[in-house]
């Protein structure tokens, strides 16, 4: 599995929204369903890039198709020189239906951001520790059946 990484300047170059926008911009920088809910998800987003758990642990995007996106923020001092070395996607991955995105989260605060997170099926929140599963579940990616030929020549 590749990935791709990105390291994005948080305060004092920007706020935690301001680095929410950022991150929106990056993923999503056309209008679309993708853009609405992540704009849709600001207020759970800002607090975990303004608790710093962001720079402790990736936001972690999963397309349906293509490399994952693993996101840091960066904060104090490091954030300018950050702020200077931000690029883009070469892709547009949050284009096709069936992404999800996981925010870090400290055990304190999961109840709550889960609770904030509710009706939003492609944004989670999870904790510090935990990983990311490796698959986005068939039911995200629009479950296609792929029959192996090979194997049923076998028979």
Do not use: F, K
């Not at 990616?141 to 192996?148: D, E, K, L, M, Q």
Request: charged share 20%; aromatic share 2%; glycine share 6%.
């Amino acid at each position: 599995m590749s990935v791709i990484a990105r390291r994005i300047a948080s305060a004092p170059h920007r706020t935690s929204s301001q680095t929410w926008q950022a991150i929106v911009d990056l993923l999503a920088p056309n209008a679309g369903t993708a853009r609405t809910t992540l704009l849709a998800v600001v207020g759970p987003s800002s607090v975990t890039i303004a608790e710093e758990y962001t720079s402790n642990a990736a936001i972690v995007v999963m397309p349906a198709t293509g490399p994952r996106i693993r996101i840091r923020t960066v904060h104090g001092s490091d954030a300018l020189d950050a702020a200077q070395s931000e690029t883009p996607l070469s892709s547009r991955p949050l284009d096709q239906t069936g992404w999800l995105l996981s925010l870090p989260c400290a055990e304190d605060d999961l109840d709550e951001l889960r609770a904030a997170l509710a009706g939003h099926s492609q944004v989670s929140v999870r904790a510090l520790d935990d990983d990311v599963p490796d698959g986005i579940p068939a039911q995200a990616r629009g479950a296609r059946i792929v029959i192996n030929t090979d194997e049923l020549e076998q028979l």
